[in-house]
């Protein structure tokens, strides 16, 4: 971005010379200002993402009348079934990280909306199995599943070098949560806006 331009545009969060022009936090040493309006891009765009994903994930829980956990649990129940696995409440309980309680709460709230149904496990008479329910699941394919399809089509349209760039990229971002001794969401402008 040219300077003119830069100097009419409103300022970005995502910006350090917006939000640090100290340098307290951010160290800009040996970047130019086209190399920090490059990397600013990229923090901008990944907002946008982030927008545009909580966008359509509140789009197919409103379709499908569910809340986030819901429809976590759902996923994770159709993924398993597709795979030929039988799904315990148990394994529900440790995909999400919540306890049984809690499950078995989800699990009332997910049957009693026709979403999922118990059935005796095949093999241990202990325990439940639980399964997608049909009508859920071609609601499911429609909302998530068509998303996901374009999410895989823009993956696919990239080089498998580019591919391998990004996921580097996207798995560096991922680390940087290993810095919790100061946790503090108003010095993460990318959770601020998305």
Known sequence: ??????????????????????????????????????????????????????????????????????????????????????????????????????????????????HVRRFPHPSDRRSLAIEVTEETRRAARESVGRSHARRFDAAARLSAEERAIVTRFLDDLAGTDQDTDHPDPISDPISDHG
């Open 1 to 114: 971005m040219d300077p003119d331009t830069r100097q009419d545009a409103e300022p970005s969060m995502m910006d350090p010379r917006v939000m640090d022009p100290h340098q307290e936090i951010v160290r800009r040493a040996g970047m130019d200002d086209a190399d920090v309006d490059q990397v600013v891009g990229v923090l901008e765009a990944l907002r946008r993402w982030r927008e545009t994903e909580r966008r359509m994930s509140e789009a197919s829980r409103r379709y499908m009348k569910l809340g986030d956990t819901d429809m976590r649990a759902l996923r994770f129940i159709i993924a398993m079934q597709n795979h030929g696995r039988v799904v315990t409440p148990g394994a529900i309980a440790e995909h999400l990280a919540i306890t049984t309680a809690s499950t078995t709460k989800l699990i009332d709230r997910l049957a009693a909306g026709n």
